[in-house]
Nanobody, 131 residues
């Protein structure tokens, strides 16, 4: 059972920055399909960034392109989400989700924003951006 733990959330003002961390309980060098999702009450969960830890493939949601950067540190079994130029609409609970390769590679390239595909989820970390 893979365990994921998010940290780094908080409250910032518009145009501020935060870096979220997702700690993975297993060796990420072995390859995980990992996504960052955010959710606001009453809205569907939205995928914001995704990465394959066994390579360098990344994806970004249209609303965060150019502002958010996803990266990995396989020595620490961590994935980061650097969030810059934050806007009030970025407010939400941020979750990391993962699934193991090679199985996840059957769907991840085309369906990396499909939250139902990921088998493992963290508890989330709250991000609040105030104007």
């Amino acid at each position: 059972q893979v365990q994921l733990a998010e940290s780094g959330g908080g409250s910032v003002q518009t145009e501020g920055s935060l870096r979220l961390t997702c700690d993975v309980s297993e060796n990420t060098r072995s390859g995980y399909c990992l996504g960052w999702f955010r959710q606001v009450p009453g809205k569907e969960r939205e995928g914001v960034a995704a990465i394959y830890t066994g390579g360098d493939k990344t994806y970004y949601g249209d609303s965060v392109k150019g502002r958010f950067t996803i990266s990995q540190d396989n020595a620490k079994n961590r994935v980061y989400l650097q969030m810059d130029t934050l806007q009030p609409e970025d407010t939400g609970m941020y979750f990391c989700a993962a699934d193991r390769a090679p199985g996840c590679l059957k769907w991840w390239v085309l369906r990396h924003w499909k939250s139902d595909e990921y088998n493992y989820w963290g508890q989330g970390t709250q991000v609040t951006v105030s104007s």
